[in-house]
């Protein structure tokens, strides 16, 4: 497991490192919230130890940054503070538990396992591509944590897209998929459905692609387009 240990003590956040590792974790050691940010939005991590009175920028702000690009990692408040009207404030800003200095390492470990639990329960749950979020039990999708209008058959075929983020799905599946309670339809009318999903996909970080031949996919959104990608 990959953890980010956001502190500006040095000598606890070589303790800190030091203890993690023996016990098989990967931690990547920050001093400050403005690192933390730019590391955050990097990725890679599992699991955010978090203290909130760090130089560059407030833990509570970083905090609410993260929640406000959309940024769901696990984050677990280390601080001095304790406070209930402290404690209140982390959760409310987007800490997913509080633990207060000092503490057992025993009981910090436990809760590291609880949020990462809980994270892969949560990864299950929905899917991601780009800022795109599907929730696979109600179907829905959401960009900025906002419910995207789509139709029952641009629904179906982001459903079927999104399933695989990466792959081809043929034209014909696809068809069968979004038109299969119409039997009226002629194969091209994928390609209208598909023109039109285009745009309500503005700003979501992704790119719905034509691959002559072989169909559409769905991928994260990139600087450079395919040669085929249609335009």
Not at 98 to 105: A, E, H, I, Q, T
Not at 121 to 138: I, P, T, Y
Not at 144 to 173: F, N, S, W, Y
């Given at each position: 497991?990959?953890?980010?240990?956001?502190?500006?003590?040095?000598?606890?956040?070589?303790?800190?490192?030091?203890?993690?590792?023996?016990?098989?974790?990967?931690?990547?050691?920050?001093?400050?919230?403005?690192?933390?940010?730019?590391?955050?939005?990097?990725?890679?991590?599992?699991?955010?130890?978090?203290?909130?009175?760090?130089?560059?920028?407030d833990g509570l702000h970083l905090l609410q940054r993260m929640r406000n690009a959309g940024i769901d990692t696990?984050?677990?408040?280390?601080?001095?503070?304790?406070?209930?009207?402290?404690?209140?404030?982390?959760?409310?800003?987007?800490?997913?538990?509080?633990?207060?200095?000092?503490?057992?390492?025993?009981?910090?470990?436990?809760?590291?396992?609880?949020?990462?639990?809980?994270?892969?329960?949560?990864?299950?749950?929905?899917?991601?591509?780009?800022?795109?979020?599907?929730?696979?039990?109600?179907?829905?999708?959401?960009?900025?944590?906002?419910?995207?209008?789509?139709?029952?058959?641009?629904?179906?075929?982001?459903?079927?897209?999104?399933?695989?983020?990466?792959?081809?799905?043929?034209?014909?599946?696809?068809?069968?998929?979004?038109?299969s309670d119409e039997k009226q339809s002629r194969l091209e009318a994928v390609e209208v459905v598909a023109h039109?999903?285009?745009?309500?996909?503005?700003?979501?970080?992704?790119?719905?692609?034509?691959?002559?031949?072989?169909?559409?996919?769905?991928?994260?959104?990139?600087?450079?387009?395919?040669?085929?990608?249609?335009?």
């Amino acid at each position: 497991m990959k953890i980010l240990l956001v502190e500006d003590d040095p000598d606890l956040s070589r303790a800190l490192s030091r203890t993690l590792e023996k016990r098989g974790y990967t931690v990547t050691p920050c001093f400050d919230g403005i690192e933390a940010f730019r590391l955050i939005r990097q990725g890679g991590h599992e699991v955010i130890l978090l203290d909130l009175s760090i130089p560059g920028e407030d833990g509570l702000h970083l905090l609410q940054r993260m929640r406000n690009a959309g940024i769901d990692t696990p984050v677990l408040v280390l601080t001095a503070r304790s406070s209930v009207g402290d404690r209140i404030a982390g959760l409310n800003a987007g800490g997913d538990d509080y633990l207060s200095k000092p503490f057992d390492l025993g009981e910090l470990e436990a809760r590291i396992r609880a949020l990462s639990r809980r994270a892969r329960l949560h990864e299950e749950a929905f899917v991601m591509c780009g800022k795109l979020r599907h929730d696979r039990q109600s179907g829905a999708f959401y960009l900025d944590e906002q419910p995207l209008d789509l139709t029952p058959r641009e629904q179906a075929m982001l459903q079927a897209l999104i399933a695989r983020p990466g792959h081809a799905v043929t034209k014909e599946k696809l068809f069968s998929l979004v038109f299969s309670d119409e039997k009226q339809s002629r194969l091209e009318a994928v390609e209208v459905v598909a023109h039109r999903l285009r745009k309500k996909l503005a700003g979501t970080q992704t790119t719905l692609m034509t691959l002559r031949g072989l169909g559409y996919l769905l991928r994260e959104e990139t600087h450079t387009a395919l040669p085929d990608e249609e335009t």
